[in-house]
Structures are given as structure tokens and as C-alpha cells.
């Protein structure tokens, strides 16, 4: 038999909601527990899962569009099922017709004075998780009367006739009065809890939500205008037409495509003690494994051994590291880069044999030392010179070619990575590049290098061949346009006159910003950088 998805209700001030996503289209199999589609509702977006299994035959709000409360969401029900007279309008579930037809009494009207609701205090209700629940149970409170609360705090772990949730607050302040305490249930829309300053005046606000609900209503359903709260993860919901069971249900903590049924709280537990779920038999709802089953598990019980026929022996650990300022710059920055310029990857092989030669001979020099990395640096700076289309700068209205070459050279520390500049490079000799990049490295890794130090970049060059990395690619290192990769020397049998001998290879991979750097002008920038690389002597020419 068909059964009908309706958009769920998942706060208590949402009157729509917005399908983001489809997670499965119309033919696709469905399995109790798979993840339909995201919700988005006025509070998050939340993954919407389906109770039942069959096949999706109709998908009623279509991605992007946006469907009141209780509106046909999607159907799903046996293959090749006639569905002509749900989608005709004769999906009204019998009780809810016979109830409309029944003559309605009215309700006496009752003269309430109206009471103002105090300045900074929030009234939070039982909100509708489902479009079948009529009422809620507290499990846990997370946190008791006289509790700063912060927004996106778990204040409690409501349950369902679907699922336990956690609840989130979406206020800050105090925690002035719980409605509901802890096993208890109460109807939706009734009061929960009040958040607001210390000291504000909690009967003054339970008046005024009393008084507002006995207030004469509008025939449109009104929501609670000081809700407060929604639940953390993918609400759970079951068509209107969904039948109650008659008996409960035998404990299930697995669906039939293997996925684990467990409350968010539940799971949070289980990760913190090293608890495989697998492992737990779950006494909620359904079989769901609730925050009382972690608390009272035992390894190695009789439950334990059924549950699952394999258990791993490893223990589950982790730890949290706060980010430090430098880790959130470095994040940002290079998010912003990845997704803002449209990256393309140059790579190439040069023929090393010269370039190590030439640092031999240089090196012979009484008081002189260069390394390879000084050779790249100095042979890009050459190169930029002639190509400076790959030293420019993208702006908005106008594209910026930068005839002074200030190179970047990345630099790895403990909190992540800074980039050094060596300004007016192209007009810096070997000897100078050596010491400066010494210089630099040093200071960076002691925390000593100054902000002006480290900005004004025109081209950025990372090198990872010391830690025997071949090839790899990189962000660019905004505003620049190009960052380069340097890999590691490799000797490796190579073709020279048609003979196979060994040689010595090096594999570098540009990263370009197409809105400046188009390919042909990379790949021009690359064989002139080959030019001074494979031939060094004419970087002192």
C-alpha cells in the first residue's frame, strides 16, 4: 500500500519548508532508513528519512521549491502501484474527515486580560517534530535552571513517536524555568522552558504565553512567535496515514539495510567511551538505542554477543585540538582561493644532470653555498620577467601585470604554513637568495618573521622534495596567479640519444589561475624556466 510523505513541521515556527536536495528519484529502491532528501526549514537544514521501503513513485515538491506544512512531499509504495487517487486529492486520512464532518462545538469565549511578554525573555514550546506527533517526552535535560545557555547548546533530548532528538537552543541567556521535567510528556505547543536574563520575571512570561493562548485564534494555525529551539539532526517523520500499532514493537537496533538506530546523545556517548553500537541492544522506541543503554552497557554481555556476529577488538579515541589563529587564516585563505579562482595543473620533468653539476662547481667556492631550491627560485624570477602575465594580479575590472617579481617561498611551521617574500628577486644573486631564504626560515619557524615580511608576493613556489614527495599540486597563494610545486630529485634509468642511461629527473607542477594565466602561456612560462633550469649557466649570463 502507498504511503504518503508530508512535509513535516520541524520547529515550532516553521510553517514551510524547502526541499535543498533529493537524495533518491522517482524509481529508485528505498530502504527504512535511507536519507530521502535535505529540508530546509527557517531554523537549519536537516536530512529528511524515510520509515518505510518501496519504490519512490512520486515526488510532490521538487528541489528548490518550497511547500507549506502538512503538503504532499513525496509517495512511495510497491512498483508499478496505482497512485492516480492519492495525487487526485482523496489522501485525507479517514479520521480527519469524519472529524470535519462532525458539527464542531465552540468553545465559550473566555474574557482573558492580555499579559505583555517581559523584555528579553523567550518562551520555548514542545515543538512538532512529525506530522504524527501530538505529543513529546523529555528523556534527558542537558542543562538545568540557572544555566547560561549559549545558541546551538543541546538543552534536552525530546522523544517522539518517531525518534529521540536532541534540542537545540537557538537563544542565549539563562535558563529561568523547565515546564517539562524529565520522563514526563506533555502536548505539543505546551510550555518547555524559559530562557532569558538572570533574575527576569518567569511568572510574568508563563502569564503571557498562557494569556496568548487563550486568546482567540485565527482559523490559519498560528505558531508560537518565541520559540526558541530546533532539533540538531535529520527530523524523522512518517506519512499522516501511517497506521498506530497496536502492540509495541520488538527491539530492533538495525534496519534492514544494516544501519544503526541510535539517538544523537546515544552515539555521542558511545564514541566518547570507545562503545561499538554494534554491540548494544537499544530498549527505545523501535529498538532504538537511547542514552540509558550506553550508561548501563556491559561489554562482553549475552546482548552484546548477539548483536553483531564480528567485533572488531580495537578501541575507538580521538582528540580535540582548538584551531589556532594562524590554522583559521590559513583555512579561510585558502578556501577562499580554491573556490574562487579556476585552478589548472601544468606538470614537467626537467633533466637534472646539469643543474647538479652547476651546484657542485658553485659550491667549490671558498665561503659559498647555494641549494637547488635557490636555483628554482632564482631561475622562476628570470622567468616571470619574460612571461609576466604569470606574475599578474586578477581584480575585478582589471587584470594587473606586475613588472617587480617578489617571490614567495613557503615556509612549513608547527601551526601550518607561512610564505616569506624575497623582494625584487630577479635582481638577487644566488648567494643572496641562499642567505635570505636561511633567514627567513629560521624566523619563521620562531615566530620572529613581521607581517611586512610576509606579503606583497607576486608568484608563490612550495618545495616538498626534501621530505622525498616526487610530485604534488598546490593552492594558489592569493592574489598571486601561479604557485609552483617542486618535487624531488629522482634517479631513474632515461633515454638520452637513443640510449638508456641513468639520469637525473625532477617533476614540477604549475597551478594556474585560468582568469589570468590561459594554458599556451603557462606552458611558455614552463619551457623558459626548463631553459635556465636544464642550462644554469644562463641565469649568470
Known amino acids: 500500500m502507498a504511503e504518503i510523505i508530508n512535509m513535516p513541521r520541524l520547529s515550532d515556527t516553521m510553517e514551510e519548508g524547502t526541499v535543498a536536495t533529493w537524495l533518491k528519484k522517482v ?15 527557517d531554523k537549519a537544514t536537516m536530512e529528511f528519512e524515510s520509515f518505510y521501503e518501496g519504490v519512490l513513485l512520486h515526488i510532490g515538491v521538487q528541489e528548490g521549491e518550497t511547500t507549506k506544512v502538512d503538503e504532499l ?4 509504495g510497491e512498483k508499478g502501484e496505482d497512485i492516480s ?14 472529524a470535519e464532518a462532525a458539527p464542531k462545538a465552540e468553545a465559550p469565549a473566555v474574557a482573558t486580560e492580555a499579559v505583555a511578554m517581559p523584555e528579553g525573555v523567550e518562551v520555548i514550546t514542545m515543538p512538532r517534530l512529525s506530522d504524527t506527533m501530538t505529543e513529546g517526552t523529555v528523556a534527558t535535560w542537558l542543562k538545568k535552571v540557572g544555566d547560561k545557555v549559549e545558541e546551538g547548546d543541546i538543552l534536552a533530548e525530546i522523544e517522539t513517536d518517531k525518534a529521540t532528538m536532541e534540542f537545540e537552543s537557538f537563544y542565549e541567556g539563562v535558563l529561568l524555568h523547565i515546564g517539562v521535567q524529565e520522563g514526563e510528556s506533555a502536548p505539543v505547543d505546551s510550555i518547555l522552558a524559559v530562557i532569558g536574563e538572570k533574575g527576569a520575571d518567569v511568572e510574568t512570561a508563563l502569564k503571557a504565553a498562557a ?81 540509558k543503554d550506553i550508561e548501563n552497557f ?35 585563505r585558502l578556501a577562499e582561493s580554491k573556490f574562487t579562482a579556476p585552478h589548472y595543473y601544468l606538470g614537467v620533468e626537467f633533466d637534472m ?81 641562499n642567505a ?6 629560521g624566523r619563521a619557524r620562531n615566530r620572529k618573521l613581521t607581517p611586512q615580511e610576509m606579503e606583497g608576493s607576486t608568484f608563490t613556489i612550495s618545495n616538498l622534495g626534501m621530505f622525498g614527495i616526487q610530485e604534488f599540486t598546490s593552492i594558489i597563494n592569493q592574489p598571486n596567479s601561479a604557485i609552483l610545486s617542486v618535487g624531488a630529485i629522482e634517479q631513474k634509468p632515461v633515454v ?46
Open 27 to 41: 524509481g529508485d529502491k528505498i530502504e527504512e532508513g535511507d536519507i530521502l532528501a535535505e529540508i530546509e526549514t
Open 73 to 76: 512531499l513525496a509517495i512511495i
Open 85 to 98: 487517487a492519492l495525487l487526485s486529492g482523496n489522501n485525507t486520512p479517514k479520521e480527519e474527515t469524519e
Open 211 to 291: 494569556s496568548k493562548k487563550a486568546a482567540p485564534e485565527a482559523p490559519k494555525e498560528e505558531t508560537t512567535p518565541a520559540a526558541a529551539a530546533t532539533p540538531a539532526p535529520a527530523a524523522k517523520t512518517a506519512p499522516k496515514t501511517a497506521p498506530a500499532p497496536t502492540a509495541p514493537a520488538p527491539a530492533v537496533t538495525t534496519s534492514s539495510n544494516g544501519r544503526i538506530f541510535a539517538s544523537p546523545l546515544a552515539k555521542k556517548m558511545a564514541a566518547e567511551k570507545g562503545i561499538n553500537l554494534a554491540q548494544v541492544k537499544g530498549t527505545g522506541e523501535g529498538g532504538r538505542i537511547v542514552k
Open 298 to 332: 556491559v561489554p562482553g554481555s549475552a546482548s552484546a554477543a548477539s548483536a553483531a556476529p564480528f567485533v572488531p577488538s580495537g578501541q575507538e579515541s580521538s582528540e580535540d585540538i582548538k584551531h589556532s589563529q594562524m590554522r583559521k587564516v590559513i583555512a579561510r
Open 353 to 433: 644532470d646539469n643543474a647538479i653539476a652547476f651546484r657542485k662547481q658553485f659550491n667549490s667556492l671558498p665561503d659559498t653555498k647555494i641549494s637547488y631550491n635557490d636555483m628554482i627560485v632564482k631561475a622562476c624570477a628570470l622567468a616571470l620577467k619574460a612571461h609576466p602575465q604569470v606574475n599578474s594580479t586578477w581584480y575585478d575590472d582589471v587584470m594587473r601585470l606586475n613588472h617587480h617579481v617578489h617571490i614567495g617561498v613557503a615556509v612549513a611551521v608547527e601551526d601550518g604554513l607561512v610564505v616569506p617574500v624575497l623582494r625584487f628577486t630577479d635582481e638577487q644573486t644566488l648567494p643572496q637568495i
Open 436 to 441: 635570505q631564504v636561511k633567514d627567513y626560515a
Open 496 to 541: 638520452k640519444e637513443g640510449q638508456i642511461v641513468v639520469g637525473n629527473t625532477m617533476k614540477l607542477t604549475l597551478a594556474c589561475d585560468h582568469r589570468t594565466v590561459d594554458g599556451a602561456t603557462g606552458a611558455q612560462f614552463l619551457q623558459t624556466l626548463k631553459g635556465y633550469i636544464e642550462n644554469p649557466i644562463t641565469m649568470l649570463l
